[in-house]
């Protein structure tokens, strides 16, 4: 079975200016996560989808959107970035239950 | 406010070794517990997870201890092995009436080092 698959794997973008990143789930996966990594904050819960709906949601400005389409791949956008945005963005999927998120290898942002 | 602590940044052991890594969480609605190992521009990779029902689970080389009273968890690597040397973080979540655990909260990871 293929992984939780990020595209692009590195993105450098300008301050201001916006990005949308991607994630494909494991096949039969319907619940997807995104988590931001930065060396000061850690890992941070973004949001969930699952059937594309938004299921939870952390804390985190409205500049932070998401959305997941009907065949479970999901995208994240953030406007109007900053440089506190520079971040390894991952995406993680799971099945039903009590079944463990399995993450992607992350988009690395870097915001200049 | 840090509702899962490892206090520990890093950790050395020896090969054939036992390597125990330690977690608190303060959430008590906290009911179900991960461990997960990263190495260097890979995502996390799930090793094991507890239900707070339990107070055990082994997998293989693995095995997690859970404390509730204590608001406590651990990972026993035995033995360790040098490519088990990774950053390995414990995460908690609980399912709020929902049907999956997509919202993990993770704590800041301990280095380990495990020596030839």
């Known amino acids: 079975k293929a992984g939780v698959t990020q595209t692009p794997r590195y993105l450098i973008k300008t301050r201001g200016q916006q990005v949308t990143l991607s994630c494909s789930p494991i096949?039969?996966?319907?619940?997807v996560s995104w988590y931001q990594q930065t060396p000061g904050q850690g890992l941070q819960f973004l949001f969930e989808y699952f059937s594309e709906t938004q299921r939870n949601k952390g804390n985190f400005p409205g500049r932070f959107s998401g959305r997941q389409f009907s065949n479970s791949r999901s995208e994240m956008n953030v406007s109007t970035l900053e440089l506190g945005d520079s971040a390894l963005y991952l995406c993680?999927?799971?099945?039903?239950?009590?079944?463990?998120?399995?993450f992607g290898n992350g988009t690395r942002l870097t915001v200049t | 406010d840090q509702q899962v602590k490892q206090n520990s940044p890093s950790l050395s052991v020896q090969e054939g070794r036992i390597s125990i890594l330690n977690c608190d969480y303060t959430?008590?609605?906290?009911?179900?517990f991960l461990w997960y190992k990263k190495y260097p521009a890979e995502g996390p990779t799930f090793l094991i997870s507890i239900s707070s029902i339990k107070d055990k689970n082994e997998d293989g080389r693995f095995t997690v201890f859970l404390n509730k009273s204590a608001k406590h968890l651990s990972l026993h690597i035995v033995p360790s092995q040098p490519g088990d040397s990774a950053v390995y973080f414990c995460?908690?979540?609980?399912?709020?009436?929902?049907?999956?655990?997509?919202?993990?909260?993770f704590g800041q990871g301990t280095i380990l080092t495990v020596h030839p």
């Open positions: 959430n008590s609605m906290f009911d179900y």
């Open positions: 995460a908690a979540t609980f399912n709020a009436g929902g049907t999956s655990y997509g919202k993990l909260t």
């Open positions: 993680a999927s799971s099945g039903q239950g009590n079944s463990p998120l399995h």
């Open positions: 096949s039969g996966h319907r619940s």
